[in-house]
């Protein structure tokens, strides 16, 4: 039983142009959802989060876009660089509802930036 | 600032010998959490410690799995008579405080391959 869904496996985009990762997920109690990028052969690098109380964070190149009614968030990255090619997972909690203290994961969503 | 460290990068075991997997949370970090990532699949959470204490281990299969986070030392993920299933990477994460608004860092992981 998936919570955290990420349906696209891969996506390619131009260098220069906007790459958008999406997400959805199942477990309304989920509070805190995360970006996080992986490189083969290394750990998962934080990215980006954002509360259930807002809509959008922006960090840089960086934007989530939550929509809590749709249960789907996503991840803008503009411009797409070279460097950003890598897995992106997204991730949820619900420390606040009582469930699991840890992060729910999706599979992942691997981001080819194309020159 | 030396971020969270696991060791060994790479353990190749056995069927029925011990696992060991072990990880030093960044400084100034007293929150553990343990994932594991088989091929394909997102991470899935496992155990969750604080310092001499096991918070929440709903993740943890129920039997040959166990984990430690002693007041010295790093935290320990023992997995005792492996079997082929349990090939994975493991990766452990620390966080400062564990609220719910607190990142998580990842380690580089530990790769385990049981033959």
């Known amino acids: 039983d998936q919570q955290v869904k990420q349906n696209s496996p891969s996506l390619s985009v131009q260098e220069g142009r906007i790459s958008i990762l999406n997400c959805d997920y199942t477990n309304s109690m989920f509070d805190y959802f995360l970006w996080y990028k992986k490189y083969p052969a290394e750990g998962p690098t934080f990215l980006i989060s954002i509360s259930s109380i807002k809509d959008k964070n922006e960090d840089g190149r960086f934007t989530v876009f939550l929509n809590k009614s749709a249960k789907h968030l996503s991840l803008h990255i503009v411009p797409s660089q070279p460097g950003d090619s890598a897995v992106y997972f997204c991730?949820?909690?619900?420390?606040?509802?009582?469930?699991?203290?840890?992060?729910?994961f999706g599979k992942g969503t691997h981001l080819i930036i194309q020159p | 600032n030396a971020g969270v460290m696991q060791n060994p990068r790479h353990l190749v075991r056995r069927r029925g010998q011990e696992a060991r997997l072990r990880c030093s949370p960044m400084k100034g970090h007293s929150h553990v959490y343990w994932y594991r990532q088989l091929p394909e699949e997102g991470l899935k959470f496992m155990v969750y410690?604080?310092?001499?204490?096991?918070?929440?281990e709903s993740g943890m299969p129920k039997e040959r799995f166990s984990a430690e986070f002693p007041k010295e030392g790093p935290s320990i993920l023992r997995i005792q008579q492996v079997v082929r299933g349990d090939s994975a990477a493991y990766f452990c994460?620390?966080?400062?405080?564990?609220?719910?608004?607190?990142?998580?860092?990842f380690g580089p992981g530990t790769r385990l391959t049981v033959l």
């Open positions: 991730a949820a909690s619900d420390y606040s509802g009582g469930g699991a203290d840890g992060l729910t």
């Open positions: 410690l604080q310092k001499e204490n096991i918070i929440d």
């Open positions: 994460a620390s966080s400062p405080v564990g609220t719910s608004t607190d990142t998580q860092y």
